[in-house]
């Protein structure tokens, strides 16, 4: 069964509403949270990683104050997309992993997706 | 430079046929591991099978097998007896540094994979 549980898996929203994307991971503690973007026919592109109670990390050319992400707790992660435009229609995944030390990585996997969050801005 | 790179955008075989998906890799840090994962049009993305850069044999996972060709810094996968359901875009990905790390994936740009009836 699923180890991470991403929500909502679509949303269709107009342009200049904010969008709160979440990651849980079912049974583990996510020390460590990936948000990923992919564009149509593209490859996943790294946005941000986020570490329990620490800010983000995010990737060069990712506006931090347009893609908000909170990791409040060992097993949520939200991605919250403010003021949304057409152009941040997209795709939208996350992963967790957790850290030896932590606690086993389920099925010895050192990430684990959600299904993935397909955003639409009209 | 690319840290991953899939050169087929699109490959197609027919139904119970083997097929090989290439991809390469680029790192100076000999502590790494390598991914495939497949993602079918709903957009999941299912982990495939693991190779780490100090595994002696190839991983192999049912009809799933990892071609690891350290010195060509390659990691093919191979899919035996095709079905129609592993139609999909599969992409190679790769963590550098130790499993200990918190180090995210880099991904190559995928390969399309179409099975023929």
């Known amino acids: 069964g699923a180890v991470v549980s991403q929500h909502p898996s679509r949303v269709i929203c107009k342009s200049g509403t904010s969008v709160k994307i979440e990651c849980r991971s079912l049974?583990?503690?996510?020390?460590?949270m990936f948000w990923y973007r992919q564009f149509p026919k593209k490859s996943l592109m790294l946005m941000a990683t986020?570490?329990?109670?620490?800010?983000?990390?995010?990737e060069q050319g990712v506006e931090k104050d347009k893609f908000l992400i909170n990791h409040a707790s060992l097993t949520l992660s939200t991605l919250t997309v403010t003021s949304a435009h057409p152009e941040d229609s997209s795709f939208y995944i996350c992963?967790?992993?957790?850290?030896?030390?932590?606690?086993?990585?389920?099925?010895?996997?050192?990430?684990?997706f959600g299904d993935g969050t397909r955003l639409s801005i009209l | 430079a690319q840290k991953i790179t899939q050169t087929q955008p699109g490959m197609f075989v027919q139904e119970k046929e083997a097929v090989t998906l290439d991809c390469t890799y680029d790192?100076?840090?000999?502590?790494?591991?390598l991914f495939w994962y497949k993602q079918p049009s709903s957009g999941e993305m299912i982990f495939l099978i693991y190779?780490?850069?100090?595994?002696?044999q190839n991983a192999t996972e049912g009809r799933y097998s990892l071609n690891f060709q350290k010195a060509r810094k390659s990691a093919n996968l191979v899919i035996s007896a095709s079905q129609l359901g592993d139609s999909a875009m599969y992409f190679c990905a790769m963590r550098e540094g130790p499993q200990t790390g918190a180090n995210n994936l880099f991904f190559g740009t995928g390969t399309r994979l179409t099975v023929i009836p």
């Open positions: 190779q780490g850069s100090y595994d002696q």
């Open positions: 986020s570490n329990e109670g620490s800010k983000a990390t995010y």
């Open positions: 790192t100076s840090d000999p502590s790494y591991g």
């Open positions: 049974d583990f503690q996510a020390t460590t």
């Open positions: 992963s967790a992993r957790t850290n030896p030390g932590q606690g086993a990585s389920p099925r010895n996997q050192p990430q684990h």
